[in-house]
């Protein structure tokens, strides 16, 4: 309930400080949400595509050795549903266990497959991670969003952030069972390729203020 | 019902505007207030007409009116409820403007190709802060300040927070287009704060009279293509109408259409003159009027052009989708950046002591 709040709160304060524009995704239901990641306000303008009351049912994928302790920790806890993720675990597939417990739980997924923020404006090369999960889950949607502008406002580096205008744009959604028949191991590579294209393609495409 | 809620949204805000007008004994406002709401009802009716007839411009009159309707209401409603309303509103404007502005501009970190470095961040964020700065002073009608602190203590500060940063490479271009921004967008348009403080009716006979421009010039400039397509090849009229004021910019638009326009918004700015307020030096006169009126319609033109040279040369068409059948906020307000701080002087400088 307390969450909800002050996600009402973020909500006004990013549409007049950012501009962001509500767009609703096509698939509301239990979906996988990739973006790609430059800043901390990611995450919030991600959650504003999804209704505000099924904001708890939105698990957020985070790195362990970030989100665990000090103040990160504490308002990450405070704001999202969050799942920490052993970016260093010896065994990825046992580090992914959690999220695909909360899949199964009927949750949605918010994950960054570039693994971490990186230089501003830069998409690095997707995970395999994700595959994985959209392979084990082949009828659950992965919907890929595009966010325009981001890496203005809050670079890594920066500690204030600076208004511009930010537009999320949601993609069209992949399903696991499309990339099923190329196998485990060539359709996680593949559908992972595929995001990574879809999410680059749009960046190019519309010019930043769109 | 997204639709209807809409559309009982708008009427509220309209009728809460109206009546609140009313209450406050503003006349002049609720008179032009209400030729506004029938000048856009009869546009809602010719664009419902053009669709049921399929006329090729239907839907794009249709998206505009509908903004119209919104842009009028959202406005009217700001100057109508509070003195403090009517700044932040304005000041939430200088904003956004300023932040599309920002937003245009590819920022990269390569020297070559870029507009804006990831460094430039602190100085962008000084411009944003200066505008609550600008809103306090216009509140308290401190005008010494109001008028030279933006081109005066705000242009200093970004090559000191530039020497701050310890950087060479590329500071001329950064530094030039931040000035630029904060120049246009909190100071020349930065004026319509202090416009309130002379009475909330010159701001909107500025801002009526600029927007009324801009679709004159459309319709003005249509007829005369029109007449000019009938004319002989080497007549001296065609000649005359067909002369460019800037092709690259805009190939569209003439010295003949402009100018007709400029005349058509003096003539009508001769209209307001009994709904304006009396000034500490008197009245405003005719002929006074006539004249502010015809420097809205050359500005106005100017003003239309300047960011089209700007969109052209970043390379984009629209400077935003805030605003559907418009295109961004960029785009409606960027007349008004030259003909507000204009109007402005030439009220202050004839009629206050």
Same mark, same amino acid.
Request: aromatic share 12%; net charge positive.
């Given at each position: 309930?307390?969450?909800?709040?002050?996600?009402?709160?973020?909500?006004?304060?990013?549409?007049?400080?950012?501009?962001?524009?509500?767009?609703?995704?096509?698939?509301?239901?239990?979906?996988? /949400?990739?973006?790609?990641?430059?800043?901390?306000?990611?995450?919030?303008?991600?959650?504003?595509?999804?209704?505000?009351?099924? /904001?708890?049912?939105?698990?957020?994928?985070?790195?362990?050795?970030?989100?665990?302790?000090?103040?990160?920790?504490?308002?990450?806890?405070?704001?999202?549903?969050?799942?920490?993720?052993?970016?260093?675990?010896?065994?990825?597939?046992?580090?992914?266990?959690?999220?695909?417990?909360?899949?199964?739980?009927?949750?949605?997924?918010?994950?960054?497959?570039?693994?971490?923020?990186?230089?501003?404006?830069?998409?690095?090369?997707?995970?395999?991670?994700?595959?994985?999960?959209?392979?084990?889950?082949?009828?659950?949607?992965?919907?890929?969003?595009?966010?325009?502008?981001?890496?203005?406002?809050?670079?890594?580096?920066?500690?204030?952030?600076?208004?511009?205008?930010?537009?999320?744009?949601?993609?069209?959604?992949?399903?696991?069972?499309?990339?099923?028949?190329?196998?485990?191991?060539?359709?996680?590579?593949?559908?992972?390729?595929?995001?990574?294209?879809?999410?680059?393609?749009?960046?190019?495409?519309?010019?930043?203020?769109? | 019902?997204?639709?209807?809620?809409?559309?009982?949204?708008?009427? *509220?805000?309209?009728?809460?505007? =109206?009546?609140?007008?009313?209450?406050?004994?503003?006349?002049?406002?609720?008179?032009?207030?209400?030729?506004?709401?029938?000048?856009? +009802?009869?546009?809602?009716?010719?664009?419902?007409?053009?669709?049921?007839?399929?006329?090729?411009?239907?839907?794009?009159?249709?998206?505009?009116?509908?903004?119209?309707?919104?842009?009028? +209401?959202?406005?009217?409603? +700001?100057?109508?409820?509070?003195?403090?309303?009517?700044?932040?509103?304005?000041?939430?404007? *200088?904003?956004?403007?300023?932040?599309?502005?920002?937003?245009?501009?590819?920022?990269?970190?390569?020297?070559?190709?870029?507009? =804006?470095?990831?460094?430039?961040?602190?100085?962008?964020?000084?411009?944003?802060?200066?505008?609550?700065?600008?809103?306090?002073?216009?509140?308290?009608?401190?005008?010494?300040?109001?008028?030279?602190?933006?081109?005066?203590?705000?242009?200093? =500060?970004?090559?000191?927070?530039?020497?701050?940063?310890?950087?060479?490479?590329?500071?001329?271009?950064?530094?030039?287009?931040?000035?630029?921004?904060?120049?246009?967008?909190?100071?020349?348009?930065?004026?319509?704060?202090?416009?309130?403080?002379?009475?909330?009716?010159?701001?909107?006979?500025?801002?009526?009279?600029?927007?009324?421009?801009?679709?004159?010039?459309?319709?003005?400039?249509?007829?005369?293509?029109?007449? +000019?397509?009938?004319?002989?090849?080497?007549?001296?009229?065609?000649?005359?109408?067909? *002369?460019?004021?800037?092709?690259?910019?805009?190939?569209?638009?003439?010295?003949?259409?402009?100018?007709?326009?400029?005349?058509?918004?003096?003539?009508?700015?001769?209209?307001?003159?009994?709904?304006?307020?009396?000034?500490?030096?008197?009245?405003?006169?005719?002929?006074? *009027?006539?004249?502010?009126?015809?420097?809205?319609?050359?500005?106005?033109?100017?003003?239309?052009?300047?960011?089209?040279?700007?969109?052209?040369?970043?390379?984009?068409?629209?400077?935003?989708?805030?605003?559907?059948?418009?295109?961004?906020?960029?785009?409606?307000?960027?007349?008004?950046?030259?003909?507000?701080?204009?109007?402005?002087?030439?009220?202050?400088?004839?009629?206050?002591?």
């Amino acid at each position: 309930m307390v969450r909800i709040v002050i996600h009402a709160i973020c909500r006004c304060l990013i549409s007049l400080f950012f501009g962001t524009q509500r767009a609703k995704i096509p698939e509301s239901r239990q979906c996988i /949400v990739v973006a790609n990641h430059n800043t901390h306000i990611d995450t919030l303008v991600l959650l504003q595509l999804f209704p505000l009351r099924g /904001v708890n049912r939105v698990r957020v994928v985070a790195a362990k050795d970030y989100f665990d302790k000090g103040p990160g920790g504490i308002v990450g806890r405070l704001l999202f549903n969050l799942i920490l993720l052993d970016r260093r675990s010896k065994n990825p597939i046992a580090a992914m266990a959690p999220i695909e417990e909360a899949l199964r739980a009927g949750d949605s997924v918010l994950l960054f497959p570039e693994g971490t923020r990186g230089e501003p404006g830069v998409v690095r090369p997707f995970k395999g991670g994700i595959g994985k999960l959209a392979l084990d889950f082949p009828d659950i949607a992965v919907q890929p969003v595009c966010l325009h502008g981001i890496e203005r406002t809050l670079p890594r580096g920066g500690f204030c952030p600076v208004p511009f205008n930010v537009f999320a744009e949601p993609l069209t959604p992949v399903y696991g069972r499309d990339f099923a028949p190329l196998g485990p191991s060539q359709g996680r590579k593949a559908l992972a390729a595929h995001l990574e294209k879809a999410i680059l393609e749009a960046l190019e495409g519309k010019p930043h203020s769109a | 019902m997204r639709q209807l809620l809409g559309k009982a949204t708008l009427l *509220c805000i309209v009728g809460v505007s =109206l009546s609140l007008l009313h209450a406050h004994g503003q006349a002049a406002m609720f008179s032009v207030m209400a030729v506004l709401v029938v000048v856009l +009802a009869a546009f809602s009716i010719l664009w419902r007409i053009m669709l049921a007839r399929h006329a090729a411009m239907g839907p794009e009159i249709r998206d505009r009116t509908i903004t119209w309707w919104w842009m009028v +209401a959202v406005f009217m409603l +700001a100057l109508s409820t509070h003195r403090l309303v009517s700044f932040a509103f304005l000041g939430f404007l *200088c904003f956004a403007s300023l932040r599309e502005y920002y937003s245009m501009l590819p920022m990269t970190e390569e020297v070559e190709s870029r507009l =804006l470095s990831f460094k430039d961040r602190g100085a962008i964020l000084a411009s944003y802060l200066s505008i609550p700065v600008i809103i306090y002073l216009a509140y308290i009608e401190w005008y010494n300040l109001f008028i030279i602190l933006v081109p005066v203590y705000v242009f200093l =500060l970004v090559p000191i927070l530039f020497i701050l940063q310890d950087r060479t490479r590329g500071c001329l271009k950064s530094m030039g287009i931040i000035t630029l921004g904060f120049l246009f967008f909190v100071h020349n348009f930065g004026h319509c704060l202090f416009m309130i403080n002379m009475g909330p009716m010159v701001l909107l006979f500025c801002i009526a009279l600029t927007e009324a421009r801009d679709l004159l010039s459309f319709w003005v400039g249509k007829g005369f293509g029109r007449l +000019a397509g009938r004319l002989a090849d080497d007549s001296w009229l065609r000649r005359m109408l067909e *002369c460019k004021i800037a092709v690259e910019i805009s190939p569209k638009k003439t010295w003949s259409a402009g100018f007709v326009s400029a005349v058509l918004v003096s003539l009508l700015s001769l209209l307001f003159l009994p709904l304006m307020p009396e000034f500490p030096a008197g009245r405003l006169s005719t002929g006074y *009027c006539a004249f502010v009126g015809f420097m809205i319609g050359t500005l106005g033109l100017f003003g239309d052009l300047a960011f089209s040279m700007v969109k052209r040369d970043i390379g984009v068409k629209d400077s935003g989708n805030v605003l559907p059948g418009h295109g961004g906020i960029i785009d409606r307000v960027d007349s008004l950046i030259f003909t507000i701080p204009v109007v402005f002087h030439l009220i202050r400088w004839q009629y206050y002591y």
